[in-house]
Each structure stands twice: as structure tokens, then as C-alpha cells.
């Protein structure tokens, strides 16, 4: 068995690792003897969730770039060119990324965490002052970013009414196929019009046809009478 003793309580282990001492640590115990442990915050983790974030929203602006994008070669707009759903996504999501948004912490906005618009309205970020934010105010960090009333939940918000279920795009969606379903019906409609005229005019020239072949045999029997 492993004994040791941390900040003055007795732990013991069956094994060289121990696990449950400190929470979120595994300790190995590899000899007689004592040691000091200290423990600092891990940055990567959280700056990779927010460079995934900023990650994220440039690719929406340069969706939202390309279908808005003027057409200068004659091949025709995108599908969402003037679509005013998509405008008012890109609009809301702007807002809050330029916007103020206050938090527990000394920090509300996203400038001063070294995140910032460009000229293209994509994010960039500067991770020099990123690195420093967090080696200095950590806690202010999570404050702004999490929470129920922190950045990432406020645009998942409002995202969410976009996509879930019952949103935005669920409404849109289902306008565009009751007008796809109107619309082929009114091209069934005409098919059947014109196929029913077509057969009409087919049995119009056969007739005409037919009258036409009676009217030369009558003629050729009365030129025989002359």
C-alpha cells in the first residue's frame, strides 16, 4: 500500500497512483520522501474553445460574403443574394461581437480579450494580449464568456432562434416548400390543360383532315361527271 500525507491529512492507496487526493489530479508516488505540488491553470484548453468560437463565426461571414457578393461575371446570383434571413443572422451576430456585454469580471467586451472585427468582418485575434488576459485575469475570462448570462450563452440564444426547432429557419423552410407544393400543383394544372388541349387539336386536325379527304373524293366524283 501507498501512504503519504497532503496539507495534513493522511491519505492511503493500494496503488503508487492515487487519483482521489486532489481533485482533477493523479499523483505517482515513486518514492520515500516529500515533494511540494503546485498546480496552475491550464490556458490551452479554454483559448482553443475560444479560437474554435472565432473560428466558427468567420466561416458564417465568408458564407455570408459569398452569397452577398456582387456578380460581375454574368453567372447568375447566389441562392440567398437578397435573402433577408440571412442579412438579419449576419446583422445580430455582428451586433453582439461589437457590442458591450457586462459580466461579473472587469471585462466586457470581446477587445479586451484581444478578439476584434477586420476590415472583411471577420474576427482576428490577438494572442499576445489573449495570453495575457488570461495569465492575469483568468477569472474575469470565464465570467465574460460563461454563465447563464454570459457571451457564449447570449449567442447561442440567439442562434438557437434561428435553428432550433419551431425557429427562423424552420419558419422559412416550411414557407418554401407550401409554395414549392402550390406551385407544382399549378404546373400539374397546366400540364393537364395543355395535354388535354393538345388531344383536343389532335382530334381537331384528324377531322379536318378527314373532311379534307372527303371533299377531294367529292371533287374527283363530280369532275367525272363533267
Known amino acids: 500500500d ?17 487519483g482521489e487526493a486532489i481533485p482533477g489530479l493523479s499523483l505517482s508516488i515513486l518514492k520515500t520522501g516529500s515533494t511540494s505540488v503546485t498546480v496552475t491553470d491550464d490556458n490551452s484548453s479554454l483559448k ?3 479560437k474554435a468560437a472565432v473560428s466558427a463565426f468567420n ?10 457578393k456582387l456578380n460581375t461575371t454574368g453567372s447568375g446570383r447566389p441562392p440567398l443574394a ?21 459580466s461579473s469580471g472587469s471585462l466586457d467586451e470581446l ?14 485575434i490577438d494572442d499576445a494580449q489573449l495570453d495575457s488576459v488570461l495569465s492575469s485575469k483568468r477569472a ?21 432562434g434561428y435553428t432550433k426547432a419551431g425557429g ?33 387539336l389532335t382530334a381537331q386536325f384528324a377531322a379536318a383532315d378527314k373532311a379534307i379527304s372527303q ?3 367529292q371533287s374527283s366524283s363530280l369532275a367525272g361527271l363533267s
Open 59 to 68: 466561416s458564417f461571414n465568408d458564407f455570408f460574403g459569398a452569397q452577398t
Open 140 to 160: 474575469d475570462v470565464a465570467a465574460f464568456f460563461s454563465g447563464d448570462s454570459g457571451f457564449a450563452k447570449k449567442i447561442t440564444d440567439a442562434i438557437d
Open 168 to 200: 427562423a429557419i424552420d419558419n422559412v423552410e416550411d414557407r418554401i416548400k407550401r409554395n414549392i407544393e402550390k406551385y407544382t400543383s399549378k404546373i400539374q394544372d397546366l400540364e393537364f390543360r395543355l395535354n388535354t388541349r393538345e388531344q383536343q
Open 215 to 217: 371533299l377531294n373524293s
Open 2 to 18: 501507498t501512504e503519504f500525507t497532503y496539507n495534513g491529512i493522511a491519505v492511503k492507496s493500494s496503488s503508487t497512483t492515487v
Open 48 to 50: 482553443s474553445k475560444i
Open 82 to 102: 437578397s435573402d433577408p434571413l440571412l442579412r438579419s443572422a449576419n446583422r445580430q451576430l455582428r451586433a453582439f461581437f461589437l457590442n458591450s456585454h457586462a
Open 111 to 124: 477587445l479586451d480579450v484581444g478578439i476584434a472585427l477586420d476590415q472583411q468582418g471577420r474576427l482576428q
